[in-house]
């Protein structure tokens, strides 16, 4: 069955899946093969070994869990993406939307930093892998990767390197092998893991099975040639087997149990297939009055299915001896589910053409899905799965690399003020890989993030418009009770005092006041820094992974081929280099922040009729939208009436749109109005 000793060649790939697969489908495979096989063509496995047998080792696999052309084009291609030059939309094109979106996932749970997370964080991860994949075969085409990994792991030249990548698979790819219900890739991801974390411990387990082989075969015999016996007088047709366990699980048994090796091997396991669920229970009836069973060991997973699909009969039994048996017992079709899971939904789709075999399928599928209705398929199993696994979560990771479970629909600011109150208060954006963004942008399952404080960040009431967390906007109104500057509004009010209109220069003292408590905050911003080249803002850029560049460091740009203008900071070593060479020296040019930010300085008059606290209501309702103010005057050109000019900084259009409509729903304020201070500025 396992692939393990097949040649990964090409050759074997398309015999294997030769009889379920149309000429065309072939050719699809032999394309993304020879495709494979050429962005690898520069690439070296460890072992020496030209790449592509990597992804063709991967798709056997795939072919070997009967999943379709589609998952093993993909398979194929399944590092071209991350590793290569090749683009997604090239493999759209060529391949079509469905392949590409498979290598875009597997690629995706590849990036999510993984490998350095702590264990107790491996429940987050794994659901944040079925979060993140959209179409199971993802997830099948990893496993069938990791399988392939763990199997060439001997070549890593590091203890370290192979232990840290098996605990990672304990941790995290074989209990999702387990959740989706193939054992058979479970079990061996765990094997082989044990074998690089505790080798000692799988060495001896290895022996003393070994050791004790020829009297475990002789008394396992014994039970399969009485059970064989006894079904075949009950008219049952049924294949009995002795089941070998396996090593990770008699490693764990130990653990737990605390029982010798010897113990825990002697328990020995049998195996009765038989054709439909009313065998099922007639084999075990069989089996109880040959053997008296164990009380509370017995368990009836076909009345009540595990969730991932999973169907049988489990009991253990007193043997003649004294010594235990377990004995699992279910239909040939509940085995193809327990070793394949999810996966046999693709066996059921590649075979549904073949009438004689539906009805088998038919029940197979329903096993899978695990349902009452027929309804439904994997890709609604797969559906319910996510369902009860991620009730609305996303999963970020910090630098760190922990991970932090937080409500769908979260923002970047969200994210700070559940890491750290302070962080909320001074969060000016944030770093996902090598992107700057605003405090404003959703969070994605598998993001890194990091967040960019500023000193000058000031917290503003236009957040709670956006944030998704009740405990950061808790934070932040908790903030503003204890702010000043809504304590004098607050003060000002509960006083009620009625005061004269005041003259201009009260006005203006009162005005210059208030701004004052505002923090000048030129450098805040809820957006993307900009990064202009001769004075045009530079569209298509990133910043470079090498030396992380800043708003404020001095930088330069180097054009790439294809990947756009890396931003550098002027004096980076990388940079350097790239100035060494005539033809790199040339695509490097001077480069400046566009301002530090983006925002733009507008000029806005309001009239109105001047009445106690309306300087200090416009102010408020300025600093409330996040305006700096940069400039103000205030006069009253006749008693009674307001006359004010401003000039603020907004962000964007709509910013000022907001901040004009709240400006009219002050109460006196009879007229707000952009207006030109500048001939040259441009509207
Ligand atoms: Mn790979």
Redo the contacts with the bound molecule.
């Keep these: 069955m396992s692939s393990r000793t097949t040649e990964p060649t090409l050759e074997n790939l398309l015999s294997r899946v030769h009889k379920r697969t149309s000429r065309a489908q072939r050719n699809y495979i032999k394309k993304a093969y020879y495709l494979a096989e050429d962005a690898h063509k520069f690439q070296e496995r460890l072992s020496g070994e030209p790449y592509i047998i990597?992804?063709t080792a991967?798709a056997i696999e795939v072919a070997e869990l009967e999943l379709d052309y589609e998952a093993i084009c993909a398979a194929l291609m399944?590092?071209v993406l991350e590793d290569t030059e090749t683009t997604f939309a090239f493999l759209a094109e060529e391949f079509g939307d469905t392949i590409a979106r498979l290598v875009d996932g597997v690629t995706k749970i590849s990036q999510l930093k993984t490998g350095s997370v702590e264990t107790k964080q491996a429940t987050n991860i794994r659901k944040m892998i079925l979060a993140t994949a959209e179409d199971a075969r993802v997830i099948l085409i990893k496993l069938a990767?990791k399988l392939h990994?763990m199997r060439t792991l001997q070549h890593h030249p590091t203890v370290e390197k192979r232990q840290r990548i098996a605990k990672e698979v304990l941790d995290i790819y074989a209990p999702l092998a387990g959740r989706l219900g193939i054992y058979r890739i479970k079990w061996e991801l765990e094997d082989m893991a044990l074998y690089n974390i505790d080798h000692e411990a799988y060495q001896k387990i290895k022996q003393t099975i070994a050791e004790k082989k020829g009297d475990r075969n002789k008394r396992i015999q014994a039970i399969v040639k009485i059970l064989q016996q006894k079904m075949k007088e009950s008219r049952i047709k049924a294949l009995v087997e002795g089941r070998a366990k396996h090593f990770y699980s008699i490693y764990n048994k130990l653990h737990e149990q605390n029982k010798s090796i010897d113990e825990i091997y002697d328990l020995s396991g049998v195996r009765i297939l038989v054709d439909s669920i009313q065998d099922c229970y007639g084999a075990m009836g069989i089996v109880h009055t040959l053997w008296n069973p164990v009380p509370g060991r017995f368990k009836d997973y076909i009345s009540v299915p595990k969730s991932n699909g999973y169907q049988s009969l489990h009991t253990t039994v007193v043997g003649n001896d004294g010594r235990f048996i377990e004995i699992q017992i279910r239909t040939r079709q509940m085995n193809l589910v327990a070793e394949f899971g999810i996966a046999a939904h693709w066996a059921y789709k590649e075979k549904k053409k073949n009438s004689q075999e539906l009805t088998e399928q038919f029940e197979l599928l329903q096993n899978i899905a695990n349902l009452r209705e027929s309804g439904q398929d994997a890709t609604e199993f797969m559906e319910e799965l996510k369902g009860s696994l991620t009730t609305d979560e996303i999963f970020v990771f910090t630098p760190q690399g922990e991970i932090i479970a937080m409500p769908t629909g979260s923002t970047i600011l969200d994210f700070a003020f559940r890491i750290h109150t302070e962080l909320g208060l001074k969060c000016a954006g944030a770093k996902i890989e090598d992107r700057m963004v605003s405090i404003r942008t959703p969070l994605k399952s598998g993001d890194q993030v990091q967040i960019i404080t500023n000193a000058s960040v000031k917290p503003s009431s236009e957040w709670l418009k956006f944030l998704a967390t009740s405990h950061a906007r808790a934070k932040l109104r908790s903030w503003f009770r204890k702010n000043d500057l809504e304590t004098v509004a607050d003060k000002d009010k509960s006083k009620g005092s009625v005061k004269e209109p005041g003259n201009q220069e009260d006005a203006e003292k009162k005005l210059t006041l208030v701004s004052k408590k505002i923090t000048k905050r030129k450098d805040h911003t809820d957006e993307t820094p900009l990064v202009e080249w001769q004075g045009e803002t530079a569209m298509e850029y990133h910043l470079a992974k090498c030396c992380d560049p800043l708003p404020g460091d001095a930088i330069r740009g180097f054009i790439t081929t294809g990947k756009g203008l890396s931003v550098h900071k002027a004096d980076c070593p990388s940079l350097q280099n790239l100035s060494e060479s005539e033809e790199t020296r040339n695509r490097i040019i001077e480069l400046n922040w566009s301002g530090l930010y983006r925002s733009y300085p507008v000029h806005i008059n309001i009239q109105g009729l001047d009445r106690p606290q309306i300087y200090l209501e416009i102010v408020q309702t300025l600093a409330s939208l996040g305006a700096n103010i940069i400039e103000a005057k205030a006069q009253t050109t006749t008693r009674g009436i307001i006359d004010d000019f401003f000039t603020i900084e907004v962000d964007s259009i709509s910013h000022l749109d907001d901040i004009i409509n709240s400006l009219r729903n002050v109460d006196g304020v009879t007229s707000v109005k952009r207006f030109l201070h500048h001939k040259k500025e441009s509207g």
């Design positions: 990597h992804p991967v399944h590092d990767d990994n």
